[in-house]
């Protein structure tokens, strides 16, 4: 035991004077403006305020809103009034950096479906109400909001493996001189 501390020890010593030597290169890159802080950019996400018009009359807002970003598909749930309120939402920038987006939102009640997947034009900064039958309505409000890292990465999707038919059954011969069992 006391033999693998000693040479963490050796190991420390090296990798500190490693360390000072290049201590120095470090700072000179800093000064030539590749440090962190530059390298961390800042990246724009939608933030979502959701309200909901209950048949009732009465609307349920949550207390937060919500964070998502640009492009992807996201699954969100608001649990109010002993319901469970879930979306499917996707918010697209419309040209380059614009205020408008296309909105596709899907809304489901306790596991029931209510809205289908549905595709609208909007405007950042706005509110959008979609009206639903029954007296119901959706409204979402979409601001743009810059946060600082670096944008999460696209998912590579692998492809799924090609299925082959099946191929003809193998009869096993049961002669002992056979040593592949009737396989040619």
């Excluded at 990798?15 to 590749?34: C, K, Q, T």
């Excluded at 918010?91 to 209510?114: F, L, N, S």
């Amino acid at each position: 035991m006391i033999r693998v501390v000693r040479q963490g020890a050796r190991w420390g010593a090296v990798l500190m004077a490693l360390g000072l030597i290049l201590g120095p290169v470090n700072a000179v890159e800093a000064a030539d403006g590749d440090d962190k802080s530059q390298t961390e950019a800042d990246h724009e996400v939608a933030q979502i305020k959701i309200e909901i018009k209950l048949e009732s009359g009465r609307v349920v807002k949550p207390d937060d809103n919500f964070v998502v970003d640009w492009g992807v598909s996201n699954s969100l749930e608001i649990q109010a009034d002993g319901s469970s309120h879930q979306f499917s939402l996707m918010v697209e920038r419309k040209g380059d950096k614009g205020k408008a987006v296309d909105i596709t939102v899907g809304y489901d009640r306790d596991g029931e479906a209510v809205v289908a997947p549905y595709k609208f034009e909007g405007k950042t900064k706005k509110r959008e109400v979609l009206r639903i039958e029954g007296g119901m309505a959706i409204a979402l409000t979409i601001t743009p909001q810059k946060v600082k890292g670096e944008a999460p990465e696209e998912e590579e999707v692998e492809p799924e493996p090609e299925k082959r038919p099946p191929g003809k059954k193998i009869e096993i011969s049961e002669e002992e001189n056979d040593p592949l069992g009737g396989l040619e």
